[in-house]
Nanobody, 121 residues
Framework: QIHVEESGGGSVQAGGSLRLSCVVS????????AAWFRQVPGKEREGVAL???????TYAESVKGRFTISKDNAKHTTYLQMHNLKPEDTAVYYC???????????????WGQGTQVTVSS
């Protein structure tokens, strides 16, 4: 059974940093695509960053230059390092995984439960 679990959310002031972690367990393949999404109440889930099986990376325009996605295959863990956080980054952040690359669309098969990130001004 495949399980995706995020951690590392919290509350910070604007300009601060957080690092989110996503552990994918039970995946039958040694490589997979991992993506981060975020969602605020009343809005659609928004793709933030993706790293695919070839370690090609895609970022949403809103986070370019501030967020960095990386993956440690040995630990089955994907990270999202977030710097210079803004109040508009406040959301529940979700990790998604799949063998296929769906870009920043929310078509991935396996999802975590989400972790809250709150940025105060």
């Amino acid at each position: 059974q495949i399980h995706v679990e995020e951690s590392g959310g919290g509350s910070v002031q604007a300009g601060g940093s957080l690092r989110l972690s996503c552990v994918v367990s039970g995946y039958p393949y040694s490589a997979y695509c991992a993506a981060w999404f975020r969602q605020v109440p009343g809005k659609e889930r928004e793709g933030v960053a993706l790293i695919n099986v070839d370690d090609e990376i895609t970022y949403a325009e809103s986070v370019k230059g501030r967020f960095t996605i990386s993956k440690d295959n040995a630990k089955h863990t994907t990270y999202l390092q977030m710097h210079n956080l803004k109040p508009e980054d406040t959301a529940v952040y979700y990790c998604a995984a799949d063998v296929f690359d769906y870009g920043l669309s929310a078509l991935y098969k396996f999802w975590g439960q989400g972790t809250q990130v709150t940025v105060s001004s």
